[in-house]
């Protein structure tokens, strides 16, 4: 296993030559160093996993690199030797582009953040909301499981469950990309609602619509003025017009671009 500082001086090496690492290969030989000694909850190889989620449901190259890294940060934390993980900052420096960086840390869980508050801002970026979709896939797929679940499981796959669902309301443009959990959940069948789960998963579980509808209100016309007019030819967004195509989930999820 190589250090993360020998990995960063041998990238720095070959740039320094003009050396070019495709960088699909790059984050694979990343991520699976730092988390080679991780196994999923099957005791199975963990790069299982993040391969898996990153060569599904699309053919853009970007997103192959973003979906292949999209655990690196907050389990190498977990599973890596001390000095050892893997910081955005690292990624920056070994050379990948912005939107790879900000995809993966849509996709990351932060320290102390509530998970559904997590879901909700995945939800905001589409590389993001298209891999977390991925994510929850591979991990609702029970097929592979060799134990006979606990309430502990069971507690998990619902709130996956609950994101998914969320997601999707969100990548078909039936609620706006950051809508909070509280405020989907309660226009859903009494089948998807679940008041303690918010509780548990959520740091604002009682925030209605109409709530939350004037805190955007008033978000917005401190940001723009008060102006839509103003917002447009500032470049802010106007509410309501930056919602992502529409598309249906059973075609492939984006486009081939990198």
């Not at 740039?15 to 990343?30: D, K, T, V």
């Not at 999923?40 to 990153?54: E, F, L, M, P, W």
Request: net charge negative.
């Amino acid at each position: 296993m190589f250090s993360k500082s020998e990995i960063k001086q041998r990238i720095a090496d070959m740039r320094a030559e003009g050396i070019h690492l495709p960088s699909y290969n790059l984050m694979c030989f990343i991520v699976d160093n730092a988390l080679l000694q991780q196994t999923d909850k099957t005791g199975i190889s963990y790069a299982y996993h993040t391969n898996r989620v990153s060569l599904s449901n699309t053919k853009s190259k970007t997103k192959h690199v973003i979906k292949k890294g999209h655990d690196l940060i907050e389990d190498s934390h977990k599973w890596a030797p001390p000095g050892e993980e893997w910081t955005f900052a690292d990624l920056r420096e070994v050379g990948f582009k912005e939107r790879v960086i900000e995809g993966i840390d849509g996709m990351t869980h932060r320290d102390g953040e509530p998970y559904f508050d997590s879901i909700e801002r995945a939800s905001l970026n589409s590389d993001s909301r298209d891999g977390k979709l991925d994510d929850l896939t591979d991990n609702l797929n029970l097929a592979r499981n060799n134990w006979i679940p606990t309430m502990v499981d069971l507690e998990r796959w619902t709130k996956y469950i609950v994101s998914y669902n969320y997601l999707v309301s969100v990548k078909r443009r039936h609620i706006e990309p950051g809508t909070p959990m509280s405020v989907w959940m309660a226009k859903q069948d009494e089948k998807m609602q679940s008041g303690p789960l918010l509780r548990q998963h959520s740091s604002h579980p009682d925030l209605t619509e109409e709530d939350w509808q004037k805190s955007v209100a008033k978000n917005f016309a401190a940001a723009a003025g008060d102006d839509d007019l103003h917002a447009e030819k500032s470049g802010q967004p106007v509410p309501g017009t930056d919602l992502p195509p529409a598309d249906d989930l059973q075609k492939k999820y984006d486009d081939p671009k990198p």
